[in-house]
Nanobody, 115 residues
Framework: QVQLVESGGGLVQPGGSLRLSCAAS????????MGWYRQAPGKQRELVAR???????NYADSVKGRFTISRDNAKNTVYLQMNSLKAEDTAVYYC?????????WGQGTQVTVSS
């Protein structure tokens, strides 16, 4: 039914920037929070950033000062601006919407930081 479609991933050199987008195909009832998670090779999935209804945000310590999460509620879209990228940021990034009684996940987009 409702799908989250991600875009913006790709290959970038260290120090470069990327902007990820995630748009829901339809409005999700009771959306409370939106977030970005990532999973690197050989590691477990981790929370990168989250934004809640009051626009407060949470970031992993490893990305503070470099990444910025934002949202456009009217467009059912969440963004992740990634600056000063490092090799250790290489991972598959997944977006997440927390709706009423249900969570929704994107398909994942690959981010590779390499020279």
């Amino acid at each position: 039914q409702v799908q989250l479609v991600e875009s913006g991933g790709g290959l970038v050199q260290p120090g470069g920037s990327l902007r990820l987008s995630c748009a829901a195909s339809a409005s999700i009832f009771g959306t409370y929070a939106m977030g970005w998670y990532r999973q690197a090779p050989g590691k477990q999935r981790e929370l990168v950033a989250r934004i809640i209804s009051g626009s407060s945000t949470n970031y992993a310590d490893s990305v503070k000062g470099r990444f910025t999460i934002s949202r456009d509620n009217a467009k059912n879209t969440v963004y992740l601006q990634m600056n000063s990228l490092k090799a250790e940021d290489t991972a598959v990034y997944y977006c997440n919407f927390q709706g009423f009684m249900k969570d929704y996940w994107g398909q994942g987009t690959q981010v590779t930081v390499s020279s």
